[in-house]
């Protein structure tokens, strides 16, 4: 596959529209193809397991449609109202009737949730058990991607090795320089591209919901209260900053919209495109050259996880898709290739100690940070301030510096992830 297909087939398939956060999303989907499969008959009971990582991303964080949280909340509704075909969307159109009865199962203490021991960062199974038996669904690899479906004892699909780390392997991309990459984008016709723009509109109108009144922490509608009084200047970076954390205070309290994801994150979606958005609300920028920048920015947000994991102990907002937005606002400003190269270690160099402690609407304030950075890195790099070589993790490439942060996750903060759990199991266990 040549690398413009590469490109193509990478943004389509990792840049997808998501209601709510894609963890719980995950249980909801892993539970709607269960009850999928049971025909008219009653449910017994529903066991569900979840990778440490599925767990700690979905323990905290708002369920569109719901004033719940929590993944098991999220699994009732995947039962009495989700429909697989929609995958991440799954949770679109749930009714207020639904939720009444995703409660009152829940109450019947039919389902169980608890953590399956594997090393997967994405992994759900879910078991459903009636008269006639059993189904058994498993995600794995991916929020929306099914390896194993069982219907009382018939295999329907077992994909034995499509994990995400060999899929990705054979994506030759990751092992590519990145300004080839970008050069490459350079060259796609604008309508090959197009669609890039999707998640533009998507998740601003995201954005706007948290301008319009408080929700979540409030951290966006702050930011612009105290824009409009002076106190902040109405520059690009408090701008960038207002639009990222108003779209995360929306989404993390379960507004009921859906955003742009970009490498199964919706907040991954939100932080790769907004500060874009901002660049582009604040210096006019034609369609053709705003489709490729955001087309830059996923691409970046998936090469940088493609080191340090979907999801780890990282957050990734803030190492990976603000890194992307600041490399794509840096291309829109005419950065050179040592200048972009720049704008990587710039950003490495200053969020990469930034946790993933969970979906929560404290994210607000994490997205605010990482659009912020992502602005003053790409203006310091086109300044020829760029953080040298072996300062830190900081490489002589850009490549190695990613490279040095995958070994940081994976290596040094597996550790780390084990006792963020911990430390989150303590406090639901004495509240």
């Not at 767990?55 to 708002?62: A, I, Q, R, T």
């Not at 509704?77 to 207020?96: A, D, T």
């Not at 189904?135 to 994909?159: A, M, S």
């Not at 992307?324 to 291309?331: E, H, L, R, Y």
């Amino acid at each position: 596959m040549n690398l413009r297909n590469l490109i193509l087939k990478t943004l389509k398939k990792e840049v997808v529209p998501a209601m709510g956060c894609t963890e719980p999303v995950a249980v909801a989907l892993a539970c709607a193809k269960a009850k999928e499969l049971i025909d008219f008959y009653e449910i017994k009971s529903v066991e569900i397991e979840v990778s440490p990582n599925i767990y700690k991303n979905g323990l905290c964080v708002g369920i569109p449609n719901t004033n719940e949280v929590g993944l098991e909340i999220a699994g009732a509704l995947g039962l009495i109202g989700g429909k697989s075909e929609k995958g991440l969307q799954v949770l679109e159109g749930i009714l207020e009737k639904d939720v009444s009865l995703a409660k009152d199962f829940l109450n019947s203490g039919k389902l169980s949730l608890g953590i399956k021991d594997t090393k997967e960062k994405v992994y759900v199974q879910v078991k459903l058990f009636t008269d006639c038996g059993f189904t058994k669904t498993i995600i794995r690899g991916k929020h929306n991607q099914f390896t194993y479906v069982e219907k009382c004892g018939e295999i329907l699909l077992d994909v034995k090795a499509e994990n995400e780390e060999i899929n990705d392997f054979k994506n030759s991309l990751y092992n590519i320089r990145i300004r080839e990459i970008i050069k490459e984008i350079e060259q796609i016709p604008y309508e090959d591209i197009a669609f890039m723009l999707d998640g533009l509109k998507m998740n601003e109108r995201v954005a706007m919901v948290g301008l319009d009144k408080k929700v979540g922490m409030g951290v966006g509608i702050s930011f612009y209260e105290n824009i409009k009084k002076g106190i902040l200047s109405d520059d690009l970076m408090n701008y960038a900053m207002m639009l990222t954390a108003a779209a995360s205070d929306a989404r993390m309290s379960g507004v009921n919209l859906s955003v742009m994801s970009s490498n199964g994150s919706g907040n991954n979606g939100l932080t790769a495109i907004l500060p874009i958005v901002a660049y582009k609300n604040k210096f006019h920028v034609e369609d053709k050259k705003l489709a490729k920048a955001v087309a830059i920015s996923h691409i970046i947000n998936s090469y940088i996880k493609y080191y340090i994991g979907r999801l780890s102990a990282i957050c990734g907002c803030g190492v990976a898709a603000s890194t992307g937005a600041s490399v794509a606002i840096a291309w829109l400003m005419g950065a050179d290739e040592e200048q972009i190269d720049g704008v990587i270690k710039n950003m490495l160099a200053n969020v990469s100690g930034m946790i993933c402690d969970g979906a929560k609407v404290g994210c607000a304030l994490k997205l605010a940070t990482s659009a912020s950075t992502a602005i003053q890195s790409a203006l310091l790099a086109l300044s020829n301030n760029i953080v040298p070589s072996r300062n830190g993790i900081v490489a002589e490439t850009a490549e190695d510096t990613i490279k040095n942060l995958g070994t940081l996750s994976i290596e040094g903060m597996t550790i780390t992830d084990h006792v963020i759990l911990k430390v989150m199991k303590n406090m639901q266990s004495a509240s």
